[in-house]
């Protein structure tokens, strides 16, 4: 008996590290589906706000109608797999959208529409408002997924707290 008391101990290190490194691997698919499924469930929206209000209106609020979808997502999944990580996925979301951004920013010198890079970062990255810069793609390219990653933990977040998942 004491033996296999010894060996279960010896095991959970290796159980413990196990679950670590699937724990962190379900990051990754955790990021792509709050990116993508975000942004394809929030396009529609976008597109119908941009039809029904004026651009600087719909520019203004397209990124709270973003969040949506994407908080309902990462509500569902936390509560069917229980996914802490869920909660985490605006981490990584954030920081690459930081390293393109702030370079782009950084880089900008105004040459070619003459904004100031605080307008340049607003036209760009924030709002989506169509202008002659660049190819304006930095915001479904960049932004909407980020957003959907936050939108998403936010909702895992919730989820959590309203539904803990059952301690066996």
């Not at 990754?28 to 976008?46: E, T």
């Not at 709270?64 to 309902?72: K, Y």
């Not at 304006?136 to 989820?159: D, E, M, N, R, V």
């Amino acid at each position: 008996m004491p033996e296999s008391s010894i060996e279960s101990q010896s095991e959970s290190p290796k159980r413990r590290a196990l679950h670590t490194l699937l724990k962190g691997l379900a990051f990754v698919p955790n990021l792509v589906f709050a990116a993508i499924a975000g942004s394809l469930l929030a396009a529609p929206i976008s597109l119908l706000l941009f039809h029904i209000f004026p651009s600087a209106v719909a520019a203004c609020i397209q990124d709270v109608t973003t969040l949506l979808p994407a908080f309902g997502l990462g509500y569902l999944v936390a509560r069917k797999f229980h996914h802490s990580v869920a909660r985490w996925i605006w981490l990584p979301a954030m920081a690459l959208w930081l390293l393109v951004v702030l370079p782009d920013v950084a880089s900008y010198t105004g040459q070619t529409c003459g904004l100031s890079r605080s307008q340049y970062f607003l036209h760009e990255f924030a709002f989506d408002i169509r202008t002659n810069c660049d190819e304006g793609l930095a915001w479904p390219l960049y932004t909407l997924p980020t957003l959907c990653c936050i939108g998403y933990s936010l909702g895992a977040k919730f989820a959590a707290r309203r539904h803990p998942p059952n301690q066996e």
